[in-house]
């Protein structure tokens, strides 16, 4: 169900995946249209430090759930080079991500976001303490953004949340107009500190 080359892994069926240790250059994609994908961050700390991408990048189509193991603590981050993606966690187009698990995530965007998702995209946050560091915006997504629960924690050079079609898509093309640019928060607790907009949609 995957491939390795290097230090760069490539999920490319359904299944449950188990990430631990220390890595100060690699990544781990989740190839397109794949769904069914579980990423268990049990202790994991990774950096993109020369790829094009951040530490995860879940291509277009695909489902996927990053669980923060109970008792653990997990980083991620991209680098200055991240100039492909520019988001420490990307979701491409029509994908959807769950953050859940009661451990720690922190995701650090240095290139510019720290969690994005593309055009018909969707993020949901569960259970899980995530904070997140980004020189733009701190969680984003072109679709939804929804908080169910867990405890945020936001520093953003741009907006805190934020939900909005951009202008165009992942491929270049014309105006996103399909997106719906909805922000849903049901639960938990946030805590933003932005330069920009807190909440934007």
Not at 79 to 86: I, P, Q
Not at 118 to 141: F, H, P, R, W, Y
């Amino acid at each position: 169900g995957y491939s390795i080359e290097g230090t760069a892994v490539t999920v490319n069926a359904a299944g449950t995946y188990v990430f631990s240790g220390s890595c100060a250059d690699g990544s781990i994609t989740v190839k397109k249209g794949i769904t069914g994908v579980k990423l268990v961050l049990n202790g994991l700390d990774l950096t993109s430090a020369s790829a094009l991408t951040g530490p995860i990048l879940c291509k277009a189509g695909t489902e996927t759930e990053i669980v923060a193991e109970a008792g653990t603590v997990n980083s991620l981050s991209d680098s200055a080079a991240n100039t492909e993606e520019k988001a420490a966690v990307k979701i491409n187009k029509q994908s959807k991500l769950v953050l859940s698990g009661t451990g720690t995530l922190n995701v650090n965007g240095v290139c510019k976001n720290g969690i994005k998702g593309g055009a018909e995209a969707d993020i949901t946050v569960k259970e899980q303490n995530l904070n997140i560091k980004a020189t733009d915006n701190g969680l984003a997504s072109d679709n939804t953004v929804t908080v169910k629960s867990g405890k945020l924690t936001i520093e953003a050079g741009g907006d805190g949340i934020k939900s909005s079609p951009d202008r165009v898509d992942d491929e270049g093309n014309a105006d996103d107009t399909v997106s719906l640019g909805d922000i849903i928060l049901e639960n938990g607790e946030v805590t933003i500190d932005s330069a920009a907009d807190g909440i934007q949609g």
